[in-house]
């Protein structure tokens, strides 16, 4: 317990050695630049105390949980026992196939939850009037998360070149961005960027480092990196093609009706 507490300690120092910067530069700009008093000080005082500790013992439960678990998941279901195959004997890419359903279950689970998401999606839904529904927004973008994380472990695997994938999957992006709707367009390269963030990328690290770290042939420092970029770049893809599917689906009814009116 008393480890616990000095580490805690240690970890609300640095946070507070970071987040410092940027209380500064808030307080130079109000009262130097703006020469306006601070509004609602105690709450703003309030408010960074809470930021502060939240910061600190969300980076505590990064070292000593969401770290650890996505390590551990990642060695336990490529292990050979687990997956039927004798130490020595060649594995083929689909004997992984738990580790690519762990993968996409893990991604959509942690998209989902994604504080910076869920706000993308509820500020979304005011501008739009409620044309985009906030959960149908985080389902989309939960999906391309989930593809593509079952893709990345898929490269880890198979020790495919990463340049491969993304340029393939910049290339899909650039011409569903030429046909999609263009008032979804900067929405849906936002959505690849919100879920980069607090609760997905420790996860999807860890899980990619010990992954590459149990594949006999991978190297963590070349392999184990890059599920982060697939979760960045699939999303993009998928909220492009809902906004497609929809605007085909609103042409083809409305002709429909225009037909029956006739």
């Known amino acids: ?23 500064l530069l808030i307080i130079f700009f109000q009262l130097v630049v703006l020469k306006q008093p601070i509004p609602h000080l105690k709450k703003m005082i309030l408010g960074g105390i809470y930021v502060v500790l939240g910061l600190a013992l969300f980076l505590m439960g990064l070292e000593k949980a969401l770290f650890p678990v996505g390590k551990i998941m990642a060695t336990q279901l490529s292990d050979p026992a687990f997956i039927g195959v004798a130490e020595s004997e060649l594995v083929n890419w689909w004997s992984y196939y738990w580790i690519y359903i762990f993968a996409a279950m893990i991604g959509f689970a ?22 985009i529904k906030p959960w149908g927004l985080r389902i989309t973008v939960a999906i391309g998360v989930a593809l593509a994380l079952a893709l990345g472990t898929f490269r880890i695997v198979t020790g495919t070149p990463l340049f491969i994938y993304i340029m393939a999957g910049y290339f899909i992006v650039i ?34 480092l010990g992954l590459s770290s149990a594949v006999p042939g991978r190297n963590p420092a070349i392999d184990g990196f890059g599920l982060i970029a697939f979760a960045s770049l699939f999303p993009i893809i998928t909220v492009l093609g809902y906004a497609q599917f929809m605007e085909l689906k609103t042409r083809l009814l409305k002709i429909k009706t225009e037909k029956d009116a006739i």
Do not use: C, N, W
């Open 110 to 131: 942690t998209t989902i939850a994604e504080p910076s998401l869920i706000a993308v999606a509820l500020k979304a839904g005011e501008v739009s009037a409620g044309t």
């Open 175 to 208: 011409i569903q961005t030429i046909f999609a709707p263009r008032k979804l367009i900067a929405l849906a390269y936002d959505s690849g960027g919100v879920t980069t963030s607090t609760v997905t990328v420790p996860l999807v690290a860890a899980l990619g």
């Open 1 to 23: 317990m008393v480890d616990y507490l000095i580490d805690f300690a240690l970890v609300l120092f640095y946070t507070m050695r970071d987040v410092l910067p940027i209380i």
